[in-house]
């Protein structure tokens, strides 16, 4: 029996744990969950059923931040070493990469953002055992670095891992059968989003009156809602979230990881922000250039000129479910290639 300790800090970390999770605790390990009070993320553990111990709540300053982060260290090498943990699971995070090498255990990060590497990289892999990418991660990385054929949405939107669900939607008020859309816009705080943007106030307005013309309208929003939007205020829980973009009639936003979601599930997608005018993520590219399930721009205007496009277009929607399928056929079920590493290093070391 293994001891295999997943450190979870944001949202899109549940998503890609919680699956990996159950099957190594199915196939009889014991397992620790530490997380991080962001967004939702505690609140999405708790939906799906996984135990976990807060540890830290994001800070609001960048003395708060670094604060935190300093904590969160020492609680992980803490935690770490009482439950005596054979390997660290974690997505790319410094903090867990170092609690694992205080402690001296052994380590996978899993990862798929250049940008993220660029910043902290150098603090981050040279503490750890294995890392792991997609094979479109154009970053060559000193050490054990492994790949897979696929994108970390995979992980828990392959069609083997998630079945979308009507009544969840019906239940609150969300008709499936008739067009909506579904915007995300986020706060642009994290350390790696100092001097970046998204859609702008103007730009979001217009969005949202073009599409609210054409179907019902659910935004999601790291900052607070105006006024004028909140009427448009998501209806269903985070845990649905998933559920939600499958059967919409497409996703704006200037949020990479819905964008990817969305584009994965068959729904068109349009993403907007300033990452894209400079060298974009290889993810966000393979998905737009290999597969056309996304479009990005850096160019505001250019986003809302395409989601027009899209929508006036009777076919956008068989497009898209055709790229999808060519999409799945030519990408491995992730949550397995997490659980085979993760099993492989604990077990080697």
């Keep these: ?22 099957e190594v605790e199915a196939r009889g390990h014991d397992t620790l969950v530490t997380s991080r009070e962001k967004e939702v993320t ?19 300053s960048t003395f708060d931040l ?3 982060w300093l904590v969160r260290e020492l ?14 699971a974690s997505h790319f995070n410094p903090g867990a990469a170092h609690a694992a090498a205080v402690t001296g255990t052994p380590s996978v990060i899993f990862n798929d ?33 492994r790949t ?17 669900d009507p009544e969840c939607l019906t239940e609150r008020g969300v008709v499936v059968d008739e067009p909506y859309y579904v915007l995300r816009f986020v706060a642009w705080g994290a350390h790696h989003d100092v001097g970046e943007s998204g859609f702008s106030r103007s730009a979001k307005r217009e969005l949202v009156e073009y599409l609210d013309e054409r179907g019902q309208v659910y935004i999601t929003s790291e900052d607070p809602l105006p006024a004028a939007f909140e009427e448009y205020r998501l209806p269903v829980d985070p845990a649905a979230i998933h559920d939600l973009l499958y059967y919409a009639d497409g996703y704006v936003g200037d949020s990479q990881t819905m964008a990817m979601e969305a584009g994965i599930l068959g729904t ?19 998905l737009e250039e290999e597969y056309g399930l996304l479009h990005s721009f850096g160019d505001e205007r250019a986003a809302v000129e395409t989601v027009k496009e899209l929508v006036a277009d009777p076919d956008t ?15 491995v079920d992730v949550t397995d290639t997490i659980v085979d590493v993760v099993l492989e290093v604990g077990r080697d070391e």
């Excluded at 940008?115 to 040279?126: F, I, M, N, R, Y």
């Excluded at 792991?132 to 970053?139: D, S």
């Excluded at 068109?268 to 393979?286: E, G, K, L, Q």
């Design 148 to 164: 897979y054929e696929g994108f970390h949405e995979l992980a828990y939107l392959h069609p083997d891992r998630f079945e979308p």
């Design 268 to 286: 068109p997608a349009v993403r907007s922000n300033s990452f894209a005018d400079s060298d974009d993520v290889s993810n966000v590219t393979a």
């Design 113 to 145: 953002d250049e940008v993220a590497v660029e910043t902290l990289g150098s603090v981050t892999h040279p503490f750890t055992s294995v890392v792991v990418t997609p094979a479109c991660f154009r970053n060559e990385l000193n050490g054990d670095h």
């Design 42 to 60: 505690t609140q999405l553990l708790d939906a799906y059923g996984v135990d976990h111990v807060p540890i830290s709540k994001k800070g609001t």
């Design 317 to 331: 929607q068989a497009r898209w479910e055709q790229r999808r399928q060519e999409l799945i056929d030519e990408s």
């Design 75 to 88: 609680k992980l090498a803490w935690h770490a070493r009482q439950f005596d943990a054979d390997v660290i």
């Design 66 to 68: 670094a604060k935190e």
């Design 1 to 22: 029996m293994m001891k295999v300790h997943f450190d979870v800090g944001h949202p899109a970390h549940v998503h890609l744990f919680k699956h990996a999770i159950d």
